[in-house]
Antibody
Framework: EVQLLESGGGLVQPGGSLRLSCAASGFTFSNYAMSWVRQAPGKGLEWVSLISGSGGSTYYADSVRGRFTISRDSSKNTLYLQMNSLRAEDTAVYYC????????????????????WGQGTLVTVSS | DIQMTQSPSSLSASVGDRVTITCQASQDISNYLNWYQQKPGKPPKLLIYDASNLGAGVPSRFSGSGSGTDFTFTISSLQPEDIATYYCHQGGTFGPGTKVEIK
C-alpha cells in the first residue's frame, strides 16, 4: 500500500524558513516523480514543485521559484521542500503527491497526474 | 500559461441525479486532463486521468470525456458519499473547483 506522510509544518514568521519532509513507502521511490501541492485555507489547489525520479530535474511554480527548493533522498525514501523567505501568502496545507512521470511543453516541465497524496502538513506564516 | 475554467462553481442535486461538470482549457491540451475529488479535511483523490481513464478503485458511476479544450466529468447517479469539491487538473494548473451538494 502506498503511503505518504508529511511532516515539518508549523508557525513561522514572515521572512523565515521551514523544511517539509514526506516519508514514502509501499512503492519503489526512485521510479516516480514527486510533487508538492498546496492549498490555502478555504481555497483551491496549487501545484508548487516537481522533482524527477532520479532527482536530477526540478521544476517550480512561478510563485515560489527562487525561494523554495525541492529535493529527495532515495536512501531514506524521503521527499523534501526547503522553503525560504516565507510570505503570508505561503500559508497553506502542503501535500506531497506521487506522479507517474512528467511532461515538458513550451520550455517548462509539469506533472502528469497525482496518483497518491499524503494527508498534508499545515504551514502558517504570520507574525 | 494554460488557464483552466470550471463550471458550475457549485451545484445542488438529488440522490440518483446525473451530475455534469465541465472544464475548459485556454489552449489545446489533447487528453491531458485529470479529475480529483476532495472531501472536507481530506487530501484530494484521483478519479479520472487522461480525460477518460478511471483511477484505481474508483466506482464506475464516475466518468470523464473530452479532448482538446473541452472536457466533461459525470456522476451517473449521485450518491450521498459523493458530496465533495471536484477539481480538474492539467500539468501545473488546477481548475477552481466545483462544490457538489445534496438537494
Amino acid at each position: 500500500e502506498v503511503q505518504l506522510l508529511e511532516s515539518g509544518g508549523g508557525l513561522v514568521q514572515p521572512g523565515g524558513s521551514l523544511r517539509l519532509s514526506c516519508a514514502a513507502s509501499g512503492f519503489t521511490f526512485s521510479n516516480y516523480a514527486m510533487s508538492w501541492v498546496r492549498q490555502a485555507p478555504g481555497k483551491g489547489l496549487e501545484w508548487v514543485s516537481l522533482i524527477s525520479g532520479s532527482g536530477g530535474s526540478t521544476y517550480y511554480a512561478d510563485s515560489v521559484r527562487g525561494r523554495f527548493t525541492i529535493s529527495r533522498d532515495s536512501s531514506k525514501n524521503t521527499l523534501y521542500l526547503q522553503m525560504n523567505s516565507l510570505r503570508a501568502e505561503d500559508t497553506a496545507v502542503y501535500y506531497c503527491a506521487k506522479d507517474p512521470g512528467q511532461y515538458c511543453s513550451d520550455g517548462g516541465c509539469y506533472p502528469t497526474y497525482f496518483q497518491h497524496w499524503g494527508q498534508g502538513t499545515l504551514v502558517t506564516v504570520s507574525s | 500559461d494554460i488557464q483552466m475554467t470550471q463550471s458550475p462553481s457549485s451545484l445542488s442535486a438529488s440522490v440518483g441525479d446525473r451530475v455534469t461538470i465541465t472544464c475548459q482549457a485556454s489552449q489545446d491540451i489533447s487528453n491531458y486532463l485529470n479529475w480529483y475529488q476532495q472531501k472536507p479535511g481530506k487530501p484530494p483523490k484521483l478519479l479520472i486521468y487522461d480525460a477518460s481513464n478511471l483511477g484505481a478503485g474508483v466506482p464506475s458511476r464516475f466518468s470523464g470525456s473530452g479532448s482538446g479544450t473541452d472536457f466533461t466529468f459525470t456522476i451517473s447517479s449521485l450518491q450521498p458519499e459523493d458530496i465533495a469539491t471536484y477539481y480538474c487538473h492539467q500539468g501545473g494548473t488546477f481548475g477552481p473547483g466545483t462544490k457538489v451538494e445534496i438537494k
